[in-house]
């Protein structure tokens, strides 16, 4: 690619008729960047299964993007959980994201279903025998929630990569050197496979800083600045975002950062434009695919 810089991007299935126009008029938008791929969520609880998987057969049969179904250990037995990773497998998908999965709803504490996979790194090796699928798994630079600390949620990203995972990708951060940070830790644990920056465009400030305050992302004060008094100017605010995120990739890029992954939340603009900065757009994908 263009600058040798790679995207992918993680879409989330439409729950009517709207949704999913806004969606496939986003997957369109976004298809000539050439993504490495793209992934589908399942749901934090698992509760979008049947729709996932018609985004994702969708995706395989009418774009020329690889496509990454979300799997998770909740509400699902391995029986369950292996007969979709195999019906995935002779459809001709290899690329799968495997995630441990949030609590179903109603519930605070994460249990294992009963006769299914207990965590991501089961999930993992479960995937390994069914077929050579190319396996990413989650990161959390800022620690995830439940780690009894910094060191033990390394060293579980670890059990995931030594399980046969290719790749992590990271949670959103709004704090590039945390980011940073994490990143060297890996790279000292000789964890021996890319670590994907998540990146989040801002499209609703005040929600992203109650999604961050739920999984433990800091909030830089510079962006409450920033944000400050454009609840009700929305081209104001996009403009803000766009630059924001910009800013973030290029620190990034600044640190040998050369993949990320965005969270586009069904919506192309921002990611469109950040891409662009990046070096990446239709005109270039298809001047490298002419030569």
């Given amino acids: 690619m263009t600058n040798n810089i790679k995207v992918s991007f993680e879409f989330f299935p439409p729950a009517n008729e709207k949704m999913s126009e806004k969606l ?6 976004l ?3 050439g993504p490495s791929f793209v992934s589908v969520t399942y749901g934090a609880d698992g509760s979008t299964r049947d729709r996932t998987h ?21 509400e699902a037995s391995r029986e369950e959980v292996l007969e979709v990773a195999e019906k995935y497998w002779r459809s001709g998908i290899r690329n799968i994201v495997a995630l441990r999965g949030d609590p179903p709803k109603g519930t605070k504490t994460y249990k294992p279903c009963k006769n299914g996979f207990d965590y991501a790194e089961d999930l993992v090796k479960g995937l390994r025998t069914v077929g050579d699928f190319d396996i990413s798994v989650a990161a959390y630079p800022e620690v995830h929630p439940e780690a009894k600390s910094a060191d033990a949620d390394i ?4 059990r995931k990569i030594d ?5 992590a990708i990271t949670q959103f951060f709004l704090d590039t050197t945390a980011y940073l940070r994490f990143r060297d830790r890996c790279q000292a644990m000789n ?29 830089p004060p510079k962006l409450h600045e920033r944000f400050s008094g454009l609840n009700e100017d929305p081209d104001t605010r996009r403009m803000i975002a766009a630059s924001v995120a910009i ?9 040998g950062v050369d993949e990320f992954h965005f969270y586009t939340l069904n919506r ?9 900065a990046l070096g990446l757009n239709h005109s270039s994908e298809a001047k490298e695919k002419s030569t």
Avoid at 56 to 62: A, G, K, S, V, Y
Avoid at 247 to 253: G, I
């Fill in 24 to 29: 496939w008029c986003s997957i369109r938008r």
């Fill in 31 to 33: 298809e000539p960047l």
């Fill in 54 to 74: 018609q985004v994702i057969t969708r995706l395989q049969t009418e774009t020329s993007m690889k496509s990454a179904p979300h799997l998770t250990c909740v």
């Fill in 155 to 158: 060293e579980n990203l670890k």
């Fill in 163 to 167: 399980a046969g995972a290719s790749r």
């Fill in 191 to 219: 964890l021996g496979v890319p670590i994907i920056p998540g990146i989040l465009p801002i499209t609703n400030f005040p929600k992203i800083v109650k999604f961050a305050k739920d999984c433990g992302a800091f909030v």
């Fill in 247 to 255: 800013e973030q990739v290029d620190k990034l890029r600044q640190h």
């Fill in 268 to 276: 192309s603009d921002l990611t469109y434009a950040i891409c662009h």
